[in-house]
Every structure is written in structure tokens, then in C-alpha cells.
T-cell receptor
Framework: DAMVIQNPRYQVTQFGKPVTLSCSQT?????MYWYQQKSSQAPKLLFH???????NEADTPDNFQSRRPNTSFCFLDIRSPGLGDAAMYLC?????????????FGPGTRLLVL | GQNIDQPTEMTATEGAIVQINCTYQ??????LFWYQQHAGEAPTFLSY????GLEEKGRFSSFLSRSKGYSYLLLKELQMKDSASYLC??????????FGKGTRLSVIA
């Protein structure tokens, strides 16, 4: 059973054209994360939510926004994608019950910017 | 900030044993995770260490030395399907995981 679902798996957009990536979870976890991963690089945290409490990483570009309308869903909005934003975008969830709680990742959305 | 180092690439033979090292510098250390990531797929959880010592799970084991800021992942009886990237990630306090760049392992016949 899918636990963290990301749609679409592949997204092609044009330079400067807004795009939204979506993530949903069936785990009822209260923490959700968005990571950006470029080829052969570490996943880089963009932002995360503790419930509705939004936490932005200091170096996340303003071009990236996020919404979490309810526990199950989280969206990543890229307002004006540039060529450098082409990457895999990974959504993850966890509980905050204890430090050893792992993060569960979705399959990712690979974004291509033309 | 945190600094996590892993070798970029390793190659090993099917049936052999391979050890993937990870060193980290961080304050407020609260656990180390290993993930496996096949090309184009999401990372999947392998192991968690917070106390010094070895944790064994079937063919995979993970070791931690907190005083040395060092961990390794040991893979035994390598199979072709073990070809993947292996990501070391550190938890500081209760914050999100910080990942290393990963070690790309190629298993050859």
C-alpha cells in the first residue's frame, strides 16, 4: 500500500511557467518535508511542516513556496522555474514521537525545465 | 552547521563484503540513519544508530562511534540488486535529517 504518494512522477515545464508538485500521505504523520535532490548530490531540505507550523530553510529561494491545507496533503509551488531548478523533488513524512523515527519518502517527482 | 563525508563511489564483487564509511561533525547529535537509494527512486530506510556499537539486520549491519564521529554500513553476501547509492544522514536534536551526498556502490559479477 502506498504510504507517501507524489504526483506526477515526471513533470515538464517551461522556463518561467509556474508549476505545482503534490504530495499526499496515508500515515497520518504530523511532519511533512520537501527535499530537492540534484544528480549525485545529497537531498537538500527546502522546508518542513510540524502540523501547520511552517519552517523554511534559510537558503531556500523565494521562488519556492509551500502549502499544507490539511494533514494529508502538501504542495510545492515553484513560481518561476529556472533551468537550475531541474531536479528530483522528494516529499517525506515522519512523526515527532521520538528521535529515532525515520522519515518515509515518496517516490519523488522529477522536474524538467525547458 | 553539520558536515557529513562519505566516499563518492565504490565497487565490489558479487558475494563479497563491502564497508561504506561515513564521518560527521555536528553538535547536538541525536542519531545516525542509513538509507538506500536506487537510481531515480526515493531513499528507503536501512538502519538507525544512536548508541555506540553494531546493529545487525540480516545482510546489513551499521556501526557507530559517537566519540569519533564515525559510522559504517557493512553489506555482506553482496547481490547485484545492492547496486545503489547509500546515504548517511544525521539527526541533530529533533530537527529534520541532514544527508550526506551518498556513496554510489556498483556490484560487479
Amino acid at each position: 500500500d502506498a504510504m507517501v504518494i507524489q504526483n506526477p512522477r515526471y513533470q515538464v515545464t517551461q522556463f518561467g511557467k509556474p508549476v505545482t508538485l503534490s504530495c499526499s500521505q496515508t500515515l497520518n504523520h504530523n511532519v511533512m518535508y520537501w527535499y530537492q535532490q540534484k544528480s549525485s548530490q545529497a537531498p537538500k531540505l527546502l522546508f518542513h511542516y510540524y502540523d501547520k507550523d511552517f519552517n523554511n530553510e534559510a537558503d531556500t529561494p523565494d521562488n519556492f513556496q509551500s502549502r499544507r491545507p490539511n494533514t494529508s496533503f502538501c504542495f510545492l509551488d515553484i513560481r518561476s522555474p529556472g533551468l537550475g531548478d531541474a531536479a528530483m523533488y522528494l516529499c517525506a513524512t515522519s512523526t515527532i514521537a521520538s528521535p529515532q523515527e525515520t522519515q518515509y519518502f515518496g517516490p519523488g517527482t522529477r522536474l524538467l525545465v525547458l | 552547521g553539520q558536515n557529513i563525508d562519505q566516499p563518492t563511489e565504490m565497487t565490489a564483487t558479487e558475494g563479497a563484503i563491502v564497508q561504506i564509511n561515513c564521518t560527521y561533525q555536528t553538535s547536538g547529535f541525536n542519531g545516525l540513519f542509513w538509507y538506500q537509494q536506487h537510481a531515480g527512486e526515493a531513499p528507503t530506510f536501512l538502519s538507525y544508530n544512536v548508541l555506540d556499537g553494531l546493529e545487525e539486520k540480516g545482510r546489513f549491519s551499521s556501526f557507530l562511534s559517537r566519540s569519533k564521529g564515525y559510522s559504517y554500513l557493512l553489506l555482506k553476501e553482496l547481490q547485484m540488486k545492492d547496486s545503489a547509492s547509500y546515504l548517511c544522514a544525521v539527526r541533530v536534536g529533533n530537527t529534520p535529517l541532514v544527508f550526506g551526498k551518498g556513496t554510489r556502490l556498483s556490484v560487479i559479477a
